[in-house]
């Protein structure tokens, strides 16, 4: 059984990045634009959702549209040598034609051939100038302890 083809096109389309620190919630845009003459459902899930707060995180997108989900990291300490897992999945379907009155039934009921997926890693930048300054607070910390 083969898969169908994504059909939304995702900007970016292979990795979602977010920029440091990461002592705030820090927002990352995840545009989702829908090409065809047909309605689209979407759904975004991830691999560590304790993480992440997506919103919107399902919804349908009209034909020739495009909705902007905003992927919110959820605060942390940033450790430049552990390595980063975490992906998130973009899974959609065409809509039926007819009014939908619960996107989760919809969802349940469908059946692995309807379903496209595409698949976006997560990558965690932080610029030199953050890296400085938390070497200097690790420094100060250190020298503050002895």
Aim: glycine share 2%.
């Amino acid at each position: 059984m083969s898969r169908l083809e994504q059909i939304l096109k995702l900007d970016p389309s292979q990795e979602i990045r977010f920029k440091g620190p990461f002592t705030d919630v820090v927002t990352s845009e995840l545009k989702l634009h829908n090409p065809s003459e047909s309605r689209v459902c979407f759904k975004v899930k991830t691999t560590a959702p304790k993480r992440y707060c997506v919103r919107p995180n399902s919804g349908i997108i009209d034909a020739l549209q495009t909705v902007n989900v905003a992927v919110m990291l959820q605060p942390f300490d940033y450790d430049p040598t552990e390595k980063n897992k975490h992906k998130f999945m973009v899974q959609t379907m065409f809509a039926p034609d007819e009014q939908v009155d619960s996107q989760e039934a919809l969802w349940k009921e469908a059946t692995p051939d309807k379903l496209m997926d595409s698949k976006l890693k997560c990558c965690f930048e932080m610029s030199v100038e953050d890296q400085t300054n938390t070497t200097q607070q690790v420094s100060l910390v250190i020298t503050s302890l002895t």
